[in-house]
């Protein structure tokens, strides 16, 4: 199984500020044949299920704020979030979709100082 | 919009069958580009991908090695829908069950999830 590990555990930034996060594989799953890294990130309030985010590791899906941003390849990720708004406090999870079973890191909680 | 609503049991004593049903509104089970799945998570294990099915002409099954000597994934297309089936729970097995519709293996849709407690 591909192996997917956050840091750092927990963030604690100010409202406006950046907020930066890492992701690491421990394969790459960068797809040679469509030139694609098949990394996902999703974001999860209390008591809701994940939110799907970004996909192929810089794609936002649909009504995500382009505050959201993702970037990296082969093992190495990160999402960051340009200008954290309250709304943003949650927890954050990679995803790797390269090869089953689907995976996901242990997460990244962020909260406002 | 797809929907999905679970139902099915938040109590289940250790040895005994765990199992939740997904009803699938705007899409089918049955849809030649998606598929479905059932994730738990908990504390201790996190997210964690259990099974899938989808349908390409046949149906295929996928199972997380972890459990697969105990799960039952099964697709219902006259009630559109598809259910989990794990057997000999045990406490360990204790966790916020979601099922899910994928496509291109990112995970768009989630239900409400169901918290199962494996108790006597």
């Known amino acids: 199984d591909i192996v997917m590990t956050q840091s750092p555990d927990s963030l604690v930034v100010s409202l406006g500020e950046r907020a930066t996060f890492n992701c690491k594989s421990s394969?790459?799953?960068?797809?040679?044949?469509?030139?694609?890294?098949?990394l996902a990130w999703y974001q999860q309030k209390p008591g809701q299920p994940p939110k799907l985010l970004i996909y192929?590791?810089?794609t936002r899906e649909s009504g995500v704020p382009d505050r959201f941003s993702g970037s990296g390849s082969g093992t190495d990720f990160t999402l960051t979030i340009s200008s954290l708004q309250a709304e943003d406090v949650a927890v954050y999870y990679c995803?790797?979709?390269?090869?089953?079973?689907?995976?996901f890191g242990q997460g990244t909680k962020v909260e406002v100082k | 919009q797809v929907q999905l609503q679970q139902s099915g049991p938040g109590l289940v004593k250790p040895s005994q069958t765990l199992s939740l049903t997904c009803a699938i509104s705007g899409d089918s089970v049955s849809s030649n580009s998606a598929a479905w799945s059932w994730i738990r998570q908990s504390p201790s294990r996190g997210l964690e991908w259990l099974a899938r099915t989808y349908y390409r002409s046949t149906w295929y099954i996928d199972y997380a090695v972890s459990v697969k000597s105990r799960i039952t994934i099964s697709p219902d297309t006259s009630k559109n829908q598809f259910s989990l089936q794990l057997s000999s729970v045990t406490p360990e097995d204790t966790a916020v069950y979601y099922c899910?519709?994928?496509?291109?293996?990112?995970?768009?849709?989630w239900g409400q999830g169901t918290l199962v407690t494996v108790s006597s």
């Open positions: 192929w590791a810089s």
């Open positions: 899910a519709r994928i496509s291109h293996n990112t995970i768009p849709f």
């Open positions: 394969q790459s799953v960068f797809h040679v044949s469509d030139n694609r890294n098949y």
């Open positions: 995803q790797q979709y390269y090869h089953t079973p689907l995976t």
